[in-house]
């Protein structure tokens, strides 16, 4: 049965599917009304739906001390606007040592609480610069080095020293996937690695923290005796212990943005750097005798180097919800205050129909979503501590909490803005640190490109299981996203002597040729993803929570002084001081 005939039955059995669905009774509470604050219970609605239902008082005492801690640690945060006063501010958290470097593997509720934390006070550049620090630059040690580089850390920690993550190129960015040109040669002669960049388009672009950091992680081509084994991670000294660039490093400031300037981005070239034998990240792959070895079962590819990527979309995820929430709370409060004049008499903005709905829909959108990253949290957490990579499925739906809670925050930041009129363009209100969640969107691989890999590993689906496997998807599954994946498999099937050869063995007519079906279906591919980033949601109980149950509003307004003379500060030792 071809792909064609196969949409059509399908077509008439989801169609009898939706009429038996649609006769049976159903049963079910409205999700506005799930979420909306009980009489009497004004804090309910700052609750996760799970939170309401258990007792009080069930807090971990060790996660509420670290909590207090944390944020008397970042306090005054708010006020660091230009990269060296933030830089500076995360050095001293760096050596406190309240969240150690390691804790993604062995406490990785904190590791995650501290993101939302930050969030509570406003989702500015600084929790970029956190999550690089911890997440990409440790957390890619951690992941991947051996045991003599994890123990580095140490060091790295008690000096309050910065990393960055040199992963991006300017011709292979957050909607390129993982394209790599700089490359890392073996040098027996001299047992060190060359570190290059070939050509302008392979520098490194848009490295958060990368003009202030000291070391870094460097993801380059490896090559050893002539042959390339393809991306792998090492550990660089960007700068000496004067603050100087190493030689053969060049590093260039990306210049004024408009949001986040408290966070230096930079563009890295390397000429020829030459990088200690260690320098590799060694748990997976090494150079041993001049040759390359793979030390585990488990080989250096996309999905390990990737790892720190995963965990970076679900704390991404999780702030951006955060953020979203208490600017509603924040905005709900200013409106329970604000007198308007009714139709009555005098009334509060809180009591006009539309911005309660506003608010009700909002909730109850933000808190669906809490729920369900807080499930996959709980997953991924287990997966931290026991060092297993995360399975295909578990992987998927942090894509969909990467994708489904940053679109969620943005459109219901963008209807409550809409409800509360000039309050929208007061500073110190919240809204104006709102642009953040367009950096969400991007950072940690752009959404579309996760929605590109959901519809992808859906089709694949598709082909694995054949006509009779979609016709069991349909009356087993969600018969509309079936369905909508065997139409788009037949409109994307390629014909004639492409069908016969792998991708990788098409010409480039070939290639044009499958570009512009693509092109031509692109609604149809996001349109797929978004089914299944639905059913991963759907599927959820809708009861987990995180570890500390309740939302609170903590939001500050950024100072709006800058200091325009910070690189100065930095090359006069900034991480000295």
Sequence with gaps: MSLRVAARVAARASARVAQARAAAPLCRVPTSAAFRPTAGRPAARHLHASARARAE??????????????LAAIDGVHTCTDPHSSSMMLRKLVKSGLLKFEDMRDAPEKFFLAHRLLATIGLGGFGIRFTVQFNLFAGSVVGLGGPEQVAMLADVQRKGQLGCFLLTEMQAGVLSGLIVETTCDWDPATQEFVLHTPCDKAAKNWISQGYTAEVGVVVANLRVNGHDHGPHPFFINLRDEAGALQPGIRIEDMG???????LDNARVWFDQVRLPRDAILNKFADVVEDEYVQVTDER???EVIGQRLLTGRQAIAEAALYSARVLHMKTEEYASRKVCNGLAGETTLAAMPQLRAVLDESYAELDR???????????????????????ADLVEA?????????????????????????????????????????????????????QQKLARDRLKRVKKGGVVGALKDIFTGDSAEALAAIQLARKLAPTGKMAQRPPSAWDQGELEKMQAVMDANWRDVYALADMVAERHVASSSGLERFVEGQVVNRLKGTTTAFDHDWKAKVAAGGAQQ
């Design 256 to 262: 004024t943005k408009t949001i986040a300037n408290d």
């Design 57 to 70: 008082g069930d807090a971990d005492p060790n996660l509420e001390v670290f909590t207090r801690d944390f």
């Design 398 to 450: 942090i894509a969909v909490c990467k994708i489904r809670c940053i679109d969620v925050a943005i459109q219901r930041v963008h209807a409550l803005r809409q409800e509360v009129g000039s309050y929208a363009l007061m500073h110190d209100t919240g809204f104006e640190l709102v642009d953040m969640l367009l950096t969400c969107k991007f950072a940690e691989g752009d959404s579309r490109i996760l």
């Design 300 to 302: 250096m590819r996309i």
């Design 369 to 391: 979503m809490i729920a369900y990253t807080a499930g996959v949290e709980a997953r991924l957490n287990t997966c931290l501590r026991q060092g297993d990579i995360p399975d």
